[in-house]
T-cell receptor
Framework: KNEVEQSPQNLTAQEGEFITINCSYS?????LHWLQQHPGGGIVSLFM???GKKKHGRLIATINIQEKHSSLHITASHPRDSAVYIC?????????FGTGTSLTVIP | DAGVIQSPRHEVTEMGQEVTLRCKPI?????LFWYRQTMMRGLELLIY????????DSGMPEDRFSAKMPNASFSTLKIQPSEPRDSAVYFC???????????FGQGTRLTVV
């Protein structure tokens, strides 16, 4: 069983749609990260959360520690948002990764 | 700062050869991470350093893998001898501390034939 589960695995949306990607984890954590990996392979760290909510541009990340759940929202989605989004959690010295959500935004 | 710099970007080598991957973290970052990404297993943390000291290497798959950080601006990940199943993209990342976001290098795509 994976310590980190993401859903959906694949997502196709029309440009402009509101998108939600979910991450559930089964261990107590110190922090949760959302990563973005573009088709070229580069990885960018979007957010690091330990509680509450963070916003950066059209991206919003929330975390509910009690429910062991985080969501990444993209408002007014754009084709350039097409990427794989990876949820990762840290527990002490251990890091656990989700398998990623592949997002395609169609013009 | 130029960001995290990895070299080479691509490496093709024959089975049994030694492979050395290099990473230059962002100046002032005290943490350095080595990750491996494959289609089968996704992203995995191999090892990470704090102030040049290895903190957790439990993700290192076998004794064939070793990592060093001789100073704050340089780290290597070595595979000796390499095997085809080591083929993957290897990422290096650095962060200012454990509670801040990490910045990733562009990765090294390793192919062992």
């Amino acid at each position: 069983k994976n310590e980190v589960e993401q859903s959906p695995q694949n997502l196709t949306a029309q440009e402009g749609e509101f998108i939600t990607i979910n991450c559930s984890y089964s261990v107590g954590i110190s922090a949760l990260h959302w990563l973005q990996q573009h088709p070229g392979g580069g990885i960018v760290s979007l957010f690091m959360l330990s509680s509450g909510k963070k916003k950066h541009g059209r991206l919003i990340a929330t975390i509910n520690i009690q429910e062991k759940h985080s969501s990444l929202h993209i408002t007014a989605s754009h084709p350039r948002d097409s990427a794989v989004y990876i949820c990762a959690v840290r527990r002490g010295n251990q890091f656990y990764f989700g398998t990623g959500t592949s997002l395609t935004v169609i013009p | 700062d130029a960001g995290v710099i990895q070299s080479p970007r691509h490496e093709v080598t024959e089975m049994g050869q030694e492979v050395t991957l290099r990473c230059k973290p962002i100046s002032g970052h005290d943490y350095l991470f080595w990750y491996r990404q494959t289609m089968m297993r996704g992203l995995e943390l191999l090892i990470y350093f704090n102030n040049n000291v290895p903190i957790d290497d439990s993700g290192m798959p076998e004794d064939r893998f070793s990592a060093k950080m001789p100073n704050a601006s340089f780290s290597t990940l070595k595979i000796q001898p390499s095997e085809p199943r080591d083929s993957a993209v290897y990422f290096c990342a650095s962060s200012r501390d454990r509670n801040t976001e990490a910045f990733f290098g562009q990765g090294t795509r390793l192919t062992v034939v």
